[in-house]
């Protein structure tokens, strides 16, 4: 109902809101990107506990809601070949008290059994004004927020950089095909792969032009 409502400024139409609703990739990514996070990293009984057993937090619809005039999205609206990357101007305020971006993506149905269960692979990675960098998901397996540098991570289809406190001015946030082995987007004829972002604590989010190496 939001989305029909058009409270993140995606613009959809006059439908329902069975029709207007958001790509499946999308809506994961809202969930987790406004999810209540809780400190699973204290111990107790259960001291083994890790993120992959953990997940993301619990899904909170106020929070959602609350966080939309500081939340961009992207709809998979952009479609990316192997080795493309769009690349993310996001602006964050003073005083802002987390930055967070998500992206997901829809991923082929691996090979029962094997190692690695991807088969095509998209990452993210966020730059800071002072050209720190914020890998997807680095630090973020053992703890609530993003450790600087780090590497790249190709197994997960669900990519995080959540950032307290952080600084203000123009991020660079980078979204890159690194693997695409199978087609996702079948509406175009070439072997390609779509995503969805979503960024909370900016007060814009313009994408620049794709880059190809």
């Known amino acids: 109902e939001m989305w029909a409502d058009n409270v993140w400024g995606t613009a959809p139409g006059m439908g329902t809101v069975f029709a207007e609703r958001p790509h499946f990739a999308t809506m994961k990514a809202l969930l987790i990107n406004t999810a209540a996070q809780y400190d699973w990293t ?3 009984p259960n001291a083994d506990i890790d993120r992959f057993k953990q997940g993301w937090g619990y899904p909170q619809a106020q929070a959602a809601y609350d966080r939309a005039p500081l939340t961009k999205v992207v709809n ?3 479609v990316l070949e192997a080795m493309e ?3 993310y101007q996001a602006t964050v305020p003073a005083a802002q008290d987390a930055l967070k971006i998500t992206m997901v993506y829809a991923d082929r149905a691996g090979t029962p059994g ?3 269960h991807r088969v095509n692979d998209v990452t993210v990675k966020a730059t800071a004004p002072d050209g720190t960098v914020y890998w997807g998901n680095s630090g973020l397996i053992s703890g609530l927020w993003s450790a600087p540098a780090g590497t790249a ?3 997960n289809t669900v990519e995080n950089v959540f950032i307290q ?3 203000a001015g123009v991020w660079q946030i980078q979204v890159e095909a690194t693997e695409v082995n199978m087609d996702v987007h079948i509406e175009t004829p070439e072997d390609d792969q779509d995503y969805a972002l979503v960024v909370y604590g900016v007060t814009d ?3 620049g032009v ?3 190496d």
Do not use: Q, Y
Request: proline fraction near 4%; aromatic fraction near 4%; hydrophobic fraction near 45%.
């Open 210 to 212: 794709i880059f190809e």
């Open 76 to 78: 998979e609206d952009s």
């Open 165 to 167: 406190n952080p600084m």
């Open 85 to 87: 990357r769009d690349i």
């Open 42 to 44: 204290a111990g107790g």
């Open 205 to 207: 989010l313009v994408l």
């Open 114 to 116: 094997a190692a690695l």
């Open 153 to 155: 991570d190709t197994k």
